[in-house]
């Protein structure tokens, strides 16, 4: 199965800054079925991300992702305050679908 | 708006089965796949299966060895996922997902936490 290993583990920023999230994966992932998902605190994940990088219905702009093959980034141009979370990106053009191990990004 | 709505949270013993539901609103639930995820407490996602809700085509992981299955009810719009032979590691959050067009999961349910514990 596809590995994939996010970095950093944890992003410390501040509101306004930009923030750049980083996924990793064990081999090239099929036709870039690459999506980010944010999770806030006892919430579940929301898709942000789908294709590496296209957006979701009704995600801001100020989020976009890119990268093909074997990495992928996530942006976040300028921080909002909720959008402090965790961060996974996940493939699913290989069975079994996995997930990074997420980013916690905060305060 | 498409919405899953999942059942309550369960405690059970180890070697129990448990059954969570979700039931599926807002758009036709035959033209969808359904799949399962777990978060164990500190861990990351875990993908556990899928239902084609109009053929009722399944995959499961292997890592599960034959402990889950997956069925759907499609008079009432709802998924189940049953997972058998319990231990204290599968205490997790579980999560329906609705798999859009993209093929990524566009609609999550709310969760249900499972506890075993003897």
């Known amino acids: 199965e596809i590995v994939l290993t996010q970095s950093p583990g944890t992003l410390s920023l501040s509101p306004g800054e930009r923030a750049t999230l980083s996924c990793r994966a064990s081999?090239?992932?099929?036709?870039?079925?690459l999506a980010w998902y944010q999770q806030r605190p006892g919430q579940a994940p929301r898709l942000l991300i789908y294709?590496?990088?296209s957006r979701a219905t009704g995600i801001p702009d100020r989020f976009s992702g890119s990268g093909s093959g074997t990495d992928f980034t996530l942006t976040i141009s300028r921080l909002e305050p909720e959008d402090f979370a965790v961060y996974y990106c996940?493939?699913?053009?290989?069975?079994?679908?996995?997930f990074g191990q997420g980013t916690r990004l905060e305060i | 708006q498409v919405q899953l709505v999942q059942s309550g949270a369960e405690v059970k013993k180890p070697g129990a089965s448990v059954k969570v539901s979700c039931k599926a609103s807002g758009y036709t639930f035959t033209s969808y796949t359904i799949h399962w995820v777990r978060q164990a407490p500190g861990q990351r996602l875990e993908w556990m299966g899928w239902?084609?809700?109009?053929?009722?085509?399944?995959k499961y992981s292997q890592n599960f060895q034959g402990r889950v299955t997956i069925t759907r009810d499609t008079s009432a719009s709802t998924a189940y996922m049953d997972l058998s032979s319990l231990r204290s590691e599968d205490t997790a959050v579980y999560y329906c997902?609705?798999?859009?067009?993209?093929?990524?999961?566009?609609?999550w349910g709310q969760g249900t936490l499972v506890t075993v514990s003897s």
């Open positions: 997902a609705r798999q859009g067009f993209s093929g990524s999961y566009s609609d």
């Open positions: 996940q493939q699913y053009g290989s069975s079994p679908p996995t």
């Open positions: 294709g590496a990088s």
């Open positions: 239902i084609n809700g109009g053929n009722d085509n399944t």
């Open positions: 081999q090239s992932v099929s036709s870039s079925y």
